[in-house]
């Protein structure tokens, strides 16, 4: 069984960057109620603590729950599939596709986490690595394709 895990100072590293810019929207929030500031230094406030919160929010909130877990495994693989943390077992036969997909936002301009996306044939499957595996994710894209194609034709 292969152990694909993630370094714990990593996440704790991104739990602190992301905190850094939380403390500084509630700063901001904070110099908004307690200062006496004009009409437009409050839109500019109030929409720089909201974008902070916005895009610093959900990564923060992911690293620290990264950073608190008690194991640093993000998924685990072998010659007969993929066992997921959730303890459920993706066979090597069912997988149509196996892709990286970078982080990114959505339509609602949320950041999207990196993860695996894995096609099968009863739909897809996201294994998300919160960009914890930094360089590594694409050696080990490389090496989960590798294993698929050695096993996905055993029954």
Not at 76 to 85: P, T
Not at 97 to 121: A, N, Q
Request: charged letters at 15%; one cysteine or more.
């Amino acid at each position: 069984m292969i152990y694909v895990t993630y370094p714990r100072k990593t996440a704790i590293l991104f739990t602190f960057a992301g905190l850094l810019f939380v403390l500084g929207g509630i700063y901001i929030v904070w110099s908004l109620i307690y200062r006496d500031n004009g009409v437009l230094t409050q839109l500019y406030y109030l929409s720089g603590a909201f974008l902070c919160f916005w895009f610093m929010g959900p990564l923060f909130y992911w690293n620290l729950l990264n950073s608190i877990s008690r194991s640093t495994t993000l998924f685990s693989y072998n010659e007969e599939g993929i066992q997921l943390n959730n303890g459920k077992k993706i066979t090597w036969s069912n997988i149509k596709k196996i892709e990286h997909i970078d982080g990114k936002m959505s339509r609602f301009i949320l950041p999207v986490p990196s993860h695996f996306l894995l096609t099968t044939s009863h739909g897809e499957i996201k294994i998300t690595t919160h960009n914890l595996l930094r360089t590594r994710e694409s050696i080990v894209l490389k090496e989960l394709r590798t294993t698929w194609n050695q096993n996905k034709n055993k029954t």
